[in-house]
């Protein structure tokens, strides 16, 4: 995937703090000003002071319109301190318009946290005031200073907090704008979906009101979004919309982020000449404003169409005055951004070296962005930055550093994953540093196991690969994926998936079959069965290896920290569901519930192994939500024969994908999700999840977003998940067989190694056996 500039980037009409022109400054995106009447009010001020303020504040007001951000900074300071002089409570009230739009100038200088703390300061004052309507507005241009400044989580909660105090005074079109100012931080943190649903809610709402301002601004964000969809026309027609009730509205800041989203949309139809028109009317806009965030925006936009045109001098030129923009209003996503194009360009033109020093800032910044989001959030941005690692990568091995290049491939996946998972077994907010190439062989000697990781540093182009033997050496491998007439929408391709990721690397995988081989797959290659890949010979990488997987090899590590601290017991507790009283879902909102079928060949196979693991299997009418979860908070060993639910359940917004069928109740639906086990904090050494789809769901850079992250998440070292629908016969078969197998070994591994082989032998259709993966820690402690 190509880098996307405009991921990160949404101009200033896109959010709260945006001035009209008209005489009052009241603005189609609900900024609040102070207002000159309750300054006329004040009994106490002398007429002559009282007027000169009300001049002043008038000026200030024009300065502001007009795009004089410094003047008019410079007259607000002078309304503040004559303000000032005064202490009754039109005073104060207009000492927090004043303050407000202090901020705004800021803002539009660039200053983002003088102009929070000045926000901060009219806050305080109208929250001792009670003025409701005001606290809202300003906690919502809050939210755009924290978007600014890449503090994501602040901006979402601060929005929040103006949303809820819309919804009290019944401000529906507060609301709407409130809307679109949440989409547009969705937008920066790569969650695009969420954001168009947010922008289409706020346009359906706005339009009940006769503003062409809000019209312009939200149909300027639709349009971004089909550009991202690559739906470049419908892009097009939404921007030429949005241009001629910015005309209208005579809003140059609007005008100046259409052209230069316009600009954006012809650079990728290659229309060169087009695109450049475009940007360079935004950008005559934007420094006739003095508007530096929008200045930014237009320099470094401009400086990737000469790049994707070879011109890298060129590029460079308009990307250094990017930066500098960036660094001086202090904005650490636009500066990040720029870094990484300017990377990027060195990187085109051959001059690795200082790409790699360009790329390394780029990174540094990125990462600074992380602390304080949610999981989820993290997950998201990291999706969006994901292409600086994988130039990094780049610029690394064309210098031959093979073992740097792996420690920025790991760098750069499973972060969040981590995050979470150190803040939960460590009890520690302190986010664990990237694993360094020492740190990674002692990984592989501990594991006592030969590690593969895979990085896509080209969609489609080119993969890397590097093996770790459990002695510490290490060796890299490069394959050209274009060579592969494969898709990531067909990936049971098993010869050809075995020339792509295993031929290249045979002569570096153990000779001896018991010999564990952990694989660290990237992006569509977590949904590849790794066990039914066949050489030309026919034989099944599983025939020759034990395979495990795992997110990341800092991700390996934590779950075998975590594997050493529980508290292994003298008689472990087992807890064996199989074939629950299905629950009735709808395949898509609004229709009606149909009951799941029976799944009886779970009920057989929770009864062998139950009887094998000397306890008693909770089936039917029993394995109700309630009594599993309760059970299994203090279980050591987990297995679950049930339905595994994922595309089915889209309809109902999981944050996390994916759902296990249990019995429902009068109080439950019979729905175990994945967000609910992701707030459960379980003791198991191992869970086994015998139900369909369970190792699928949403492909991020921190992995597989879905059942199998959130029960390592609750503390579940080791997971047995699958990939796609096993019949149900063939499923009890394998399913057994591996607990039998673990009678005589305590290496989880091997059990379903020999497992396998031995169903394959009944069930020789791969689709019947090879979609288990055993992701995590191998053996038991």
């Known amino acids: 995937m190509k880098f996307r500039p405009y991921y990160l980037i949404l101009a200033v009409a896109t959010l709260m703090l945006v001035c009209s022109t008209t005489s009052s400054a009241v603005t189609p995106t609900g900024l609040i000003v102070s207002k000159v009447e309750p300054i006329a009010q004040m009994e106490a001020a002398p007429d002559a002071k009282r007027k000169v303020i009300e001049l002043l504040y008038q000026q200030g007001t024009e300065l502001l319109n007009s795009g004089e951000f410094q003047a008019a900074l410079d007259t607000f300071k002078e309304v503040l301190k004559t303000v000032q002089d005064f202490s009754d409570d039109y005073a104060r009230l207009a000492k927090a318009g004043t303050l407000n739009q202090i901020a705004y100038a800021y803002y539009h200088l660039g200053e983002y946290e003088k102009a929070l703390a000045s926000s901060q300061e009219a806050l305080n004052i109208y929250i001792q005031q009670e003025q409701k309507q005001e606290q809202g507005a300003i906690l919502t241009n809050i939210g755009v200073l924290y978007g600014e400044v890449g503090q994501y989580q602040k901006a979402l909660e601060s929005h929040q907090q103006a949303f809820a105090i819309a919804q009290q005074l019944n401000d ?18 790569n969650q695009n ?29 639709i349009g971004l979004n089909y550009a991202e969809l690559e739906q470049y026309q419908k892009a ?60 930014h925006t237009t320099q470094n936009d401009i400086g990737t169409v000469y790049r994707d045109s070879g011109e890298y001098e060129i590029a460079l030129r308009y990307y250094e005055k990017a930066l500098e923009i960036a660094r001086t209003i202090q904005a650490r996503p636009k500066e990040g951004e720029t870094l990484s194009n300017i990377g990027l360009t060195l990187l085109k033109s051959g001059q690795e070296v200082e790409a790699t020093n360009q790329l390394f800032q780029a990174v540094e910044i990125w990462e ?28 690394l091995i064309a210098q031959n550093q093979i073992e740097a290049a792996l420690e920025v491939s790991e760098r750069g996946r499973a972060r969040a994953f ?33 590690l593969v990781e895979y990085s896509i540093v080209s969609e489609g182009e080119l993969l890397y690969i590097w093996v770790i033997s459990p002695e510490g050496s290490v060796a890299f491998r490069t394959v050209d994926m274009s060579s592969f007439s494969i898709t990531s929408r067909n990936l049971f391709h098993p010869r050809a998936y075995y020339r792509m990721l295993i031929e290249p690397i045979a002569d570096l995988l153990p000779n001896n079959p018991d010999s564990n081989v952990i694989f660290i797959p990237h992006q569509q290659f977590f949904l590849v069965p790794f066990a039914a890949l066949q050489n030309e010979q026919g034989s099944y990488l599983i025939e020759k290896h034990t395979i495990l997987i795992a997110p990341s090899i800092q991700v390996l590590d934590l779950t075998y920290q975590h594997q050493k601290s529980l508290v292994k017991p003298e008689k472990p507790k087992t807890v064996v569901i199989g074939n629950p009283k299905m629950p009735s879902i709808a395949s898509q909102l609004g229709e009606q519930p149909q009951p799941l079928s029976s799944l009886p060949g779970t009920e057989r196979e929770a009864l062998a192994i139950a009887k094998m693991l000397k306890t008693e299997a909770i089936i039917g009418d029993l394995a109700t939500e309630e009594t599993v979860v309760k059970q299994m908070n203090d279980a050591d060993i987990i297995h679950l024969a049930t339905h595994g639910l994922l595309n089915e359940l889209k309809h109902l917004g999981l944050k996390i994908p994916g759902a296990l069928a249990l019995t429902p109740t009068a109080n439950s639906d019979g729905l175990l999700t994945s967000d609910e086990i992701f707030n459960i904090k379980l003791k198991a050494e191992m869970v086994v999840l015998s139900a369909c789809n369970t190792g699928r769901g949403k492909i991020t850079e921190d992995g597989v977003i879905g059942l199998s992250r959130a029960f390592i998440s609750a503390g579940v070292p080791s997971v047995i998940v699958s990939l796609w629908y096993i019949p149900d016969n063939p499923s009890a078969d394998l399913m057994i067989e591996f607990y039998r197998q673990m009678q005589t070994t305590s290496d989880k591994a091997y059990a379903l190694r020999q497992a396998m082989i031995e169903t394959m032998k009944k069930h020789p259709r791969p689709l019947e056996w090879a979609g288990f993966l055993l992701i995590g820690q191998p053996g038991v402690q």
Do not use: C
């Open 236 to 295: 097009i027609d939404s921007y030429q919309q949005a241009l001629t009730f910015a005309e209208q509205d005579s809003n140059r800041i609007t005008e100046g982020r259409i052209y230069n989203n316009l600009g954006l949309v012809y650079s990728k139809l290659g229309e060169s000449q087009r695109a450049l028109d475009s940007l360079q009317k935004a950008l005559v806009i934007r420094q006739d404003l003095k508007d530096l965030p929008g200045e």
């Open 368 to 395: 600074s962005l992380h602390p304080g989001l949610s999981d989820e959030n993290k997950v998201s941005l990291m999706d969006s930055q994901a292409d600086t690692y994988r130039w990094l990568q780049q610029a």
């Open 418 to 450: 981590i995050e979470l998972l150190a803040s939960r077994f460590n009890q520690s907010d302190v986010s664990p540093p990237p694993l360094k190439f020492e740190q990674i062989q002692e990984i592989a000697r501990q594991q006592n196991s030969t």
């Open 172 to 189: 529906l079109k507060k609301q709407g704008e409130i809307l679109n100012n949440m989409g547009a931080i969705h937008k920066k943190l």
């Open 193 to 221: 979906q969420e954001a168009l649903n947010l922008y289409k809610q706020a346009l359906e709402i706005l339009e009940q009101f006769q503003d062409v301002g809000w019209k312009a601004t939200i149909l300027t964000n």
